[in-house]
T-cell receptor, first 114, second 112 residues
Framework: DVKVTQSSRYLVKRTGEKVFLECVQD?????MFWYRQDPGLGLRLIYF???????EKGDIPEGYSVSREKKERFSLILESASTNQTSMYLC?????????????FGDGTRLSIL | SQQGEEDPQALSIQEGENATMNCSYK?????LQWYRQNSGRGLVHLIL?????REKHSGRLRVTLDTSKKSSSLLITASRAADTASYFC????????????FGQGTRLTINP
């Protein structure tokens, strides 16, 4: 089974801090994704990556950056955390096959910015 | 804007009954997928239906797709308390290159 591991289940940080959320997958998937999930808004795509050192903006990239130095690891960075970034963050991965592949999710990081 | 819209937003039924959730979308798709999320956990893939398919089954799950109406439904038969979760549809857009666009989900509660 594919395992997607997010480094923290719960995280509390202060406004203005630089925050790193880490995600590792163990199935050699090319695609990796970061979403945030908020009540009433569903899942929204922040950034995604098709390959090492490659990244593309999703629907809500403002205030975030990402890093993918190794195939198995995709990091989400909050450059200067703000209270409106308090949310559940979900990482996912999938095979690069031209479509028709499910995404595999981690258990999420519930991030609170105080 | 969200591509998929689930209906209803919340559904509460008795154990043993069937549960039906609907999803509508706006633009052409490669495939449509359904996911389940237990409280406080990540999403788990349930079933994928391609744009050229009309119906698909997996255990107690039945998914239909009507591309002319841009809609899909997920039927869970003989529901169990363990089916309590949120269910999301996700569309793989033709021009989306493997990105999925998720709906807001249906919160399903199965009462024992």
């Amino acid at each position: 089974d594919v395992k997607v591991t997010q480094s923290s289940r719960y995280l509390v940080k202060r406004t203005g801090e630089k925050v790193f959320l880490e995600c590792v997958q163990d199935m050699d998937h090319e695609n990796m994704f970061w979403y945030r999930q908020d009540p009433g808004l569903g899942l929204r795509l922040i950034y995604f990556s098709y390959d090492v050192k490659m990244k593309e903006k999703g629907d809500i990239p403002e205030g975030y950056s990402v890093s993918r130095e190794k195939k198995e690891r995709f990091s989400l960075i909050l450059e200067s955390a703000s209270t409106n970034q308090t949310s559940m963050y979900l990482c996912a991965s999938s095979l690069f096959t031209g479509g028709y592949q499910p995404q595999h999710f981690g258990d999420g990081t519930r991030l609170s910015i105080l | 804007s969200q591509q998929g819209e689930e209906d209803p937003q919340a559904l509460s039924i008795q154990e043993g009954e069937n549960a039906t959730m609907n999803c509508s979308y706006k633009t052409s798709i490669n495939n449509l997928q359904w996911y389940r999320q237990n409280s406080g956990r990540g999403l788990v893939h349930l079933i994928l239906i391609r744009s050229n398919e009309r119906e698909k089954h997996s255990g107690r799950l039945r998914v239909t797709l009507d591309t002319s109406k841009k809609s899909s439904s997920l039927l869970i038969t003989a529901s169990r308390a363990a089916d309590t979760a949120s269910y999301f549809c996700a569309t793989d857009l033709i021009q989306g290159a493997q990105k999925l666009v998720f709906g807001q989900g249906t919160r399903l509660t199965i009462n024992p």
